[in-house]
């Protein structure tokens, strides 16, 4: 059974910094796709970040990129969001994702169960 557990996250001032991290367990994600999203209650999903197998190449949203950053550490089974920079417009759920299984931007196989971040001064 694969499973995926999130954690970090919380509240940070804008401008501030925050580190997610996406434990997998039950599959290799040594060449699978891991990727994060966020929601809120006001916006429907939207792309964050995705790396690929290797981790050789990794995307970025456009309201993230220069200040969110995604790491991964396949040995460990393990997946990171460093988030710098932080302003109020990141207030969000985010979620991790693992194996990118089709077309559509966000059809993952396995989703995290979600971690809240707060950006509020």
């Known amino acids: 059974q694969v499973r995926i557990v999130q954690s970090g996250g919380g509240l940070a001032q804008p401008g501030g910094s925050l580190t997610l991290s996406c434990a997998v367990s039950g599959l290799s994600i040594s060449g699978k796709s891991m990727a994060w999203f966020c929601q809120t209650s006001a916006r429907e999903r939207e792309f964050v970040a995705a790396?690929?197998?290797?981790?050789?190449?990794?995307f970025y949203g456009e309201s993230v990129k220069g200040r969110l950053t995604s790491s991964r550490d396949n040995a460990n089974n393990m997946a990171y969001l460093q988030m710098d920079r932080l302003n109020t417009e990141d207030t969000a759920v985010y979620f991790c994702?693992?194996?990118?299984?089709?077309?559509?931007?966000?059809?993952?196989?396995?989703w995290g169960q979600g971690t809240q971040v707060t950006v509020s001064s």
């Open positions: 994702a693992a194996h990118r299984r089709g077309v559509a931007e966000d059809d993952y196989a396995y």
């Open positions: 790396s690929s197998g290797a981790g050789v190449h990794t």
